[in-house]
């Protein structure tokens, strides 16, 4: 009766262990999983933080390339059409300051040709007088001082025009006219240290009054 007894003690307390170890493993487990479930659900929410902040990063860098892609396209179009006005511009003024010399070194050219072309016509004439044998011998020894004078008129013109050159003038022209002279100079502007030097040569040189010499800019 006593051995029973013990027996069923020693049965009733395994019992109780097993009990215990039963409980304390399926807590130990149902804590397990909640922390794996936890850990998990964190790292996925992490993960997907991650994620946004990739996607967002990503956008904005996107969006700034963009922008700042338009934004060097513009730039870069402003500055071209600018510098194709600029170009244009200088194009444009040198074209015009291209047709004004050409109008002036024209104008030199063509008044020189002109005023030589007036000595040949009047030498021409001049000298059929001398080859003519109806004209009177008073005529033709007029003739004759004509035809000298102009010589004389034509080489103290280039003189006196080389003579002014000289002084630093691009161009000029003389004209004269009896006892006047015009002088046509190439310039903007003459001061009085100029004027003064031109009308000492062509007096010099011409042999005209300085209040019979007429003296001009030409640009």
Do not use: H
């Not at 001398?130 to 004078?149: G, M, Y």
């Amino acid at each position: 009766m006593k051995v029973l007894k013990k027996n069923q003690v020693i049965i009733f307390v395994i019992a109780l262990m097993l009990i215990a170890a039963g409980y304390l493993n399926f807590t130990t487990n149902s804590q397990n999983q909640d922390l794996l479930a936890t850990g998990a659900l964190a790292d996925a929410e992490e993960m997907a933080g991650i994620g946004d902040a990739k996607l967002v990063s990503s956008n904005v860098v996107e969006n700034n390339i963009t922008q700042n892609t338009e934004t060097n396209v513009i730039e870069e179009n402003n500055i071209i059409e600018e510098n194709n006005i600029v170009q244009d511009n200088t194009n444009t003024i040198t074209e015009e300051t291209s047709s004004e010399i050409k109008e002036t070194d024209d104008y030199f050219t063509r008044s020189r040709l002109d005023r030589d072309t007036m000595y040949s016509q009047t030498l021409e004439t001049y000298q059929d007088i001398l080859e003519s044998s109806t004209v009177p011998t008073e005529q033709k020894s007029i003739a004759q001082e004509e035809i000298n004078r102009i010589n004389n008129e034509k080489n103290a013109i280039m003189i006196a025009e080389n003579l002014i050159k000289t002084k630093g003038f691009e161009d000029l022209i003389i004209f004269i006219n009896k006892d006047t002279a015009s002088v046509i100079v190439k310039c903007k502007e003459l001061d009085e240290k100029s004027i003064a030097q031109i009308q000492n040569i062509v007096t010099r040189e011409l042999e005209i009054k300085i209040e019979n010499i007429n003296i001009s800019c030409k640009e």
